[in-house]
Structure formats: structure tokens, C-alpha cells
């Protein structure tokens, strides 16, 4: 029946997000975005907004429990049936900081968060699981020396419950092509990290226009097309040939890359230079990639789906066909607790949304909603139920 697989799967949410008690603190001290204030709410009593970028419009957004309390993911994950979470810092990160600060907050930070995940409950009905797990953080600034990055990445490999990385699109300034960061990827990939690839800045927000339209242009087009152009410099710079083994899972179903691929194989092509930089046509490079399911509608993970699977015909390993390929690099995720309802209601509408799109895409059959829903994680991150 609708919504009960065959199979007794855990639901794995890859995409959901944390402030730690430790990073708020860091927001509350600052007088400039991003920063977190108080101030006196419509009914009189006191509130705490978050001004997350420099110039955003309004007052920012209202911040509470849900950002930092543990309790509060729990609560969450138990009324949408969440079994396990791989929870991450929520952007910019580190971004905003000296490289010393960055560098002392990253190893503070990742602490806290093995302490969060470790002293989780089980997952309930998986016996051998916890219910979180964690993506850590880089110091990833201007000005930092590759060895202090290096340095954290080290620290990670000795917390077992941190299993991969969050990551913005800047690099340490120079963006995800930088050279200086050959090092970090080879790092990254002996550590077998799951790096998650997530957008902060948007594009600038009087682009082709004037209008202000609260936050929708940047976060419904100006955060994929900023994952779109990171990824796709990471490509065009032969990260993915030379470190072949790295785990790259791409925020919201990889923006607009899956929908250009064939247009950025093109445009390629007719450049020389740079097509005698990559090994392999662009559109085979989708195939090493992981795409979270976070896109609220059905066609358009089928979409996404369909072109993982041509792009598995661009890998020249090939493998044994099979119908459920392009389910097999999608990953369920929530993105809480960004999205809230607009009322205090039970269930949260944006998880909804993603759920009954990953229900509804018509080439899916229950092996591969399985697949999206949470064997993947499972296979990504190494965890056996
Ligand atoms: N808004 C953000 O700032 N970050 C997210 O991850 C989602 C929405
Ligand atoms: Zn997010």
C-alpha cells in the first residue's frame, strides 16, 4: 500500500542541518551578519532572529530549539518516522572567520558533534545503529595553511560517528578548482569522507532585476545554481580524474547540473583547451556523484534519475544493468530545520512534499524508493542492519 515498503527499511534523512550550542554562541557575539540578536517580538515578549547574509532583506529569520536542541531533531524525526539522521552544520560554516578562530572552532565544533551523535539513542527497530550520525567541518577561510585543514581532517578520522564533511562552494577563497586544495581531496578520499557539497551564498540578488522578492530568488534559484557552478568547476578542473575514489553528495539534487550536463558536454567540446583537460565526457562524471532527493517534486527526480542512469553508460566499468540505477545515487533528505510549517501543525510540510515526491516518480518501484529512502545511505556511510 502507499507509503510501506515490502521491505522493513530504516528512513535515512542525509540533509538536516544543526547549529551547535557552540556556533550559536559564536553567532550571538557578533555584531554583523551572520549573526543571531534579540529583539522584542510582535507579542511583546523577547525573540532571537538569525541575519544569516550581509545585506538581507528584513529582520532575518526567527531561530530557536529546533536549531540547536537534540531533543528537538529527535522530535522531529519520530513524527516524520525518521529512523537515522546524518546531521551537519548549517551554512556559511565557518566562513566568516579567521583562519586561527576557524581553524580552534572546527576541532570545538566536530567535538561537540561526535558527543551529539555518540550519546544518541539507538535507532529504533535497527539494533546496532544510533539514530545520528554527523558530517563535520573543515576550516575552510581565506588564509589558512593546507596543514591546519589537513590537521582537522586527521581529527575527524578519530571520531567514529563523524563520517564525512560539509562543505561550502568557496574553497579557502578561490572556490572548489583552487590547486592548492590537491592535497585536502587526496586526504579526503584516504579518509573515505562523504564530502556533502552545500550553497550559502546565491547569486547576487539584483541580477537581471530589481524587485525584491524576499528570500525566494535566492534560495529557490541562487542556492542550486551556486552548487551548480561549484561542482562544475570542480569537474572542468579534473578533480574527479585524479581522485576517482572521492564520495561527492550534491545538495539539492545537484541544483541545475543534472538538467545542463548534455548542454555542458556540448560547450566542451566545441573548447578545445579545456576539453583536453577532462578524460571522459562531462556527462559521465554525474555517475561518481550523489545527488540528495531534496527537490519537492516527482518528475524532477525522475529527471534526475534518468540522467544518472545515461551517465552510468558514460562509465566505462560499466556493470551489470539494472532498472533501478539512477535510484541508487539518491538520498533522502529533509533539510530541517530550515522549511518550518507555517503553522505550529504536526508535520512539516517541505518533508511531506519531498517524501510523496519520492512515492510519486513513476519509474520507481518499491526497490528503488528503498534505495532513495535509505539503503543508500546505508551503503554510502558503511552501516549494515
Ligand atoms: N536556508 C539556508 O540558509 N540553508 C539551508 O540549508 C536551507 C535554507
Ligand atoms: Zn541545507
Not at 554583523?32 to 511583546?44: C, F, L, M, Q, W
Not at 578545445?272 to 577532462?278: F, Q
Amino acid at each position: 500500500s502507499r507509503r510501506t515498503l515490502s521491505t522493513k527499511v530504516p528512513i535515512v534523512d542525509i540533509h538536516t542541518h544543526v547549529y551547535l550550542p557552540r556556533y550559536a554562541e559564536e553567532l550571538r557575539a557578533r555584531s554583523s551578519a551572520p549573526r543571531i540578536y534579540r529583539r522584542t517580538g510582535a507579542d511583546g515578549q523577547p525573540e532571537e532572529r538569525l541575519l544569516i547574509l550581509d545585506g538581507e532583506p528584513g529582520v532575518g529569520r526567527p531561530v530557536g530549539p529546533q536549531y540547536w536542541e537534540r531533543d528537538q531533531k529527535l522530535l522531529f524525526m519520530k513524527r516524520h518516522d525518521i529512523d537515522i539522521s546524518f546531521v551537519s552544520s548549517a551554512n556559511p560554516w565557518l566562513d566568516f572567520l579567521p583562519p586561527e578562530r576557524a581553524h580552534t572552532l572546527a576541532q570545538e565544533l566536530n567535538n561537540d558533534l561526535e558527543e551529539y551523535c555518540s550519546t544518541s539513542p539507538q535507532a529504533n527497530g535497527f539494533p546496532g545503529l544510533r539514530s545520528i550520525y554527523g558530517f563535520g567541518l573543515l576550516p575552510l577561510v581565506s588564509g589558512i595553511s593546507v596543514s591546519s585543514v589537513l590537521d582537522v581532517i586527521k581529527q575527524i578520522n578519530t571520531l567514529p560517528h563523524i563520517s564525512g564533511i560539509i562543505i561550502g562552494t568557496r574553497g579557502v577563497g578561490n572556490g572548489l578548482d583552487d590547486e592548492i586544495l590537491e592535497p585536502v581531496w587526496e586526504a579526503i578520499q584516504q579518509a573515505n569522507l562523504v564530502v556533502f557539497i552545500h550553497p550559502h551564498y546565491g547569486v547576487d540578488s539584483k541580477s537581471f532585476g530589481n524587485k525584491t522578492n524576499g528570500h525566494v530568488l535566492p534560495l529557490a534559484l541562487g542556492f542550486p545554481f551556486e552548487t551548480t557552478i561549484a561542482i562544475t568547476r570542480l569537474i572542468l578542473a579534473g578533480v574527479l580524474d585524479r581522485y576517482p575514489n572521492l564520495r561527492l553528495l550534491l545538495a539539492h539534487s545537484g541544483g541545475a547540473l543534472p538538467q545542463l550536463s548534455s548542454r555542458l558536454a556540448s560547450c566542451i567540446a566545441h573548447d578545445p583547451i579545456v576539453a583536453k583537460r577532462l578524460k571522459h565526457d562531462a556527462r559521465y562524471y554525474l555517475s561518481k556523484l550523489y545527488f540528495d532527493a531534496v527537490a519537492y517534486g516527482a518528475e524532477e527526480l525522475g529527471f534526475v534519475s534518468d540522467v544518472i542512469r545515461r551517465a552510468e553508460a558514460y562509465n566505462s566499468t560499466g556493470g551489470e544493468y539494472n532498472a533501478d540505477v539512477g535510484s541508487t545515487r539518491m538520498l533522502f533528505g529533509t533539510d530541517h530545520p530550515f522549511f518550518p510549517p507555517l503553522e505550529a501543525s504536526q508535520k512539516w510540510q517541505s518533508v511531506e512534499d519531498n517524501l510523496e515526491a519520492i512515492w510519486s516518480v513513476r519509474t520507481w518501484g518499491d526497490s528503488a524508493r528503498a534505495n532513495v529512502l535509505g539503503l543508500n545511505a546505508l551503503r554510502l556511510f558503511d552501516l549494515e542492519c
